[in-house]
């Protein structure tokens, strides 16, 4: 059965989601999710929503998604027994092992992996089963291809509509270490919509270079139901009602088979960046970047022109008091107006902006849409049978649940009618249903406080009878892995190049291009986050060239376990806390610890084969997209290019090839200059700086420009 998935950032979305026909909504508890700026949910908020979701026929799942540090470990599984005992459906989490820890504990819990995981292969499918998931919501850069393979392992859940990020998803560290706010622990302030120049002819002048436009599948989400995709989910915990129960509003009538041009239209008005991208599934399109307009774009109303001294739009939209919109001129915003009365087809507008005749008018806030989500209801049909006999108890029956309350008595004068009870059942005070009531009665006298009261006290065991409490899970208390701190004394180091550093113990090659591997001898191959079957396809037949193989993404446990090589855990596994850490060494040879971490942190997390990232580059993105709109022919095909944003800061950005083009890694605009306590050192000289190799493990003073990271402050 197709599951038609929305978010809900707050009670009024959560509840308008439903309403407008979503088979479930996903949602964030106070703590411990990646959208920490929403309003959330407290428990008793959720138990309540719950209820009415399961009324309903829906689900509600609550993302406790971002990454979890020791001291945190009681928290977290505190509140993930809380939120199911408040009737969670399923519980998303990030941290792969956290969640296997979390089945151990309480196999009752149902537990989805969230897309920050970045399952986006067989591999990855198969260690999220093994690890007791029942779901994984597909990375959004999953190509279309590769969706039914992984679907035959395990649910899949993915993306039809919303914003995207523009970094494979848990690898992002720009805004963390460029803008002090980790995105791994919900806390992002987007740097990616920020303004930027790119050292190459046509990109010198400032753009929204590496932001996305939406995404919006559309008729296409037909094509991952046929590819095995069971949940086809929204994006939007910080959108309005508005915007999510139109994009519910769409998708239902698009998955019904019913005309959704005009449910398109409120769509696009509600939210709309860039005019839409249908996304990397099916492969890069010329909407994917929006670099003229950041943020709504709304939809078209017409263009501007003077008309009795005033700004006028014609239009065939009917815009009214409260609606606002964007003047574009180009494609590039010029300003905002505002509705300023209705005229002969169209409508005036008034702006404090420099306007020009011909400028485009675009709708983006249409304050009927508003009311229109707050308007939408959806209700239970139940048959109720109501009996009411002189000399018996009163009875309420209907859907297998039945009451009964006080004796009637015959009426005297004025017998009470069938229409005055069905008038009274009629009433279900908050309840969704919608009832279709039949009536027995001999004419019998019952006070209307007392029917009132009846039927108060059958609704809502009705409702309990249709959406049954959780019988609460017990508290129990994880057994956590003991880690025996260890003094590492090997030094590990990134490279590109075919010149080995000296000091190194071990030197990990990315190679410029994957299908033409040339490698060093002794060295470990580097396996980029995203790791498509073409991927695969290219290194199988040259894995013998390599000592093992250092992953980026937890898939590499299943992909080393297939090809018997050996595997290192690299810092995208996110390990921030001691069942991660036990989880990964479990599988790998070595593994490297969160670089978010301070030294403290990471030196209570050592054990033998633990690594820390302690100098050179910081890789802050790795985008599976050309920020220059795959425009091969035009391409100078550099390895380096530098990205610059509007304070000057300079961001390393590398080009290499894998399957199906080429694909870029942003580097932090300073290097790290942080040192290592108890684990190994990790270097990475991606984008140079081999020198440093020689101060790995003390590297303070050493390079120019440096910082010392999250190494004396954490910001997680």
């Known amino acids: 059965m197709t599951e038609l998935l929305a978010p809900a950032g707050d009670e009024k979305t959560a509840y308008a989601a439903l309403r407008a026909g979503a088979d479930a909504v996903y949602l964030g508890l106070t703590r411990f999710s990646a959208r920490e700026s929403a309003e959330n949910f407290c428990v008793s908020s959720l138990a309540k929503l719950t209820r009415e979701a399961h009324l309903l026929g829906a689900k509600v799942y609550v993302a406790l998604n971002t990454l979890v540090k020791d001291d945190e470990l009681s928290d977290f599984f505190c509140a993930a027994r809380e939120a199911w005992n408040a009737g969670a459906d399923a519980i998303l989490l990030q941290d792969i092992f956290l969640g296997r820890a979390l089945r151990e504990l309480y196999p009752e819990i149902v537990t989805h992996l969230s897309t920050q995981a970045g399952c986006c292969n067989v591999h990855g499918a198969r260690l999220a089963k093994a690890c007791g998931f029942s779901r994984v919501v597909l990375a959004r850069e999953t190509p279309i291809g590769d969706i039914p393979a992984i679907s035959e392992i395990i649910e899949t859940e993915a993306f039809v509509q919303g914003a995207l990020c523009t970094c494979f998803s848990g690898q992002c560290y720009l805004s963390s270490f460029a803008g002090n706010n980790s995105g791994n622990r919900g806390r992002c302030k987007q740097p990616c919509r920020k303004r930027y120049s790119i050292d190459r002819a046509g990109y010198e002048d400032r753009a929204y270079a590496i932001s996305l436009s939406d995404l919006s599948v559309g008729a296409d989400a037909e094509k991952l139901l046929s ?189 009470l009618s069938a229409q005055e009870v069905c008038a009274c059942f009629a009433k279900t005070d908050a309840l969704p249903f919608a009832p279709r009531t039949e009536v027995e009665t001999d004419g019998v006298f019952v006070p209307k406080s007392v029917l009132n009261a009846f039927r108060r006290d059958f609704y809502e065991g009705l409702a309990a009878h ?13 057994s956590l892995p003991g880690l025996a701190v260890h003094r590492g004394g090997m030094t590990a180091v990134i490279v590109t190049g075919h010149a080995m550093p000296a000091g190194a113990d071990m030197v990990i090659w990315k190679p410029a291009d994957y299908a033409d591997m040339h490698p060093p001898k002794g060295t470990w191959l580097y396996l980029p986050p995203f790791f498509t079957a073409a991927d695969e396809a290219l290194v199988a037949s040259r894995l013998h060239l390599f000592e093992g193989i250092c992953c980026d993404g937890t898939y590499g446990a299943e992909f080393a376990k297939k090809y018997g090589v050996k595997l290192f855990a690299g810092t995208g596994w996110n390990l921030t806390n001691r069942i991660a850490v036990a989880g990964a060494l479990g599988c790998c040879t070595y593994a490297a610890l969160s670089k978010e971490l301070t030294l403290r942190e990471q030196d209570a997390l050592a054990a033998d084969g633990t690594f820390v990232l302690s100098a050179g580059g910081i890789k802050v993105m790795d985008l599976c997209y050309c920020p220059f709109g795959g425009a091969c022919a035009e391409c100078d095909r550099r390895e380096m290019y530098t990205m610059t944003d509007e304070e000057g800061r300079a961001f390393p950005l590398r080009r290499y090839r894998a399957a199906g083009g080429c694909r870029f890694e942003l580097y932090n605009c300073a290097p790290l200059a942080a040192g290592a306590g108890s684990p190994s050192a990790l270097v990475d000289c991606t984008a140079g700086g081999d020198g440093i190799v020689a101060y790995a493990r003390d590297p303070a003073g050493k390079l120019p420009g440096a910082t010392r990271g999250h190494s004396a402050r954490s910001l997680l």
């Open 466 to 478: 249709l959406a049954p409490a959780r019988v609460p899970l017990p508290e129990r208390q994880p």
């Open 227 to 415: 590819a095995g995709v069971t949940s086809l989910k929204v994006e939007g915990r910080m959108r309005s009602a508005a915007y999510v129960a139109a994009a519910v509003e769409y998708y239902r009538a698009l998955l019904d088979k019913r005309p959704a041009d005009e449910l398109f239209s409120r769509l696009k008005r509600t939210f709309n960046r860039g005019n839409y991208t249908r996304g990397l599934a099916f492969g890069q399109d010329a909407n994917l970047l929006s670099r003229s307009v950041q943020g709504h774009i709304g939809e078209r109303a017409g263009t501007l022109s003077r008309r009795e001294g005033k700004w006028f739009c014609a239009s065939s939209f009917a815009a009214e008091k409260g609606d606002a919109f964007k003047i574009l001129r180009g494609g590039k915003e010029v300003g905002g107006a505002l509705f300023a009365g209705a005229g002969k087809g169209g409508f005036y507008l008034s702006s404090r902006d420099g306007l020009a005749a011909g400028d485009e008018v675009r709708i983006t806030l249409d304050v009927s849409l508003t009311e229109h989500a707050l308007s939408l209801q959806k209700k239970r049909p139940v048959r109720v049978r109501v009996t009411l006999r002189a000399g018996e108890e009163m009875r309420a029956e209907g859907e297998g649940f039945s009451l009964t309350g006080a004796i009637c008595e015959r009426a005297k004068n004025a017998p």
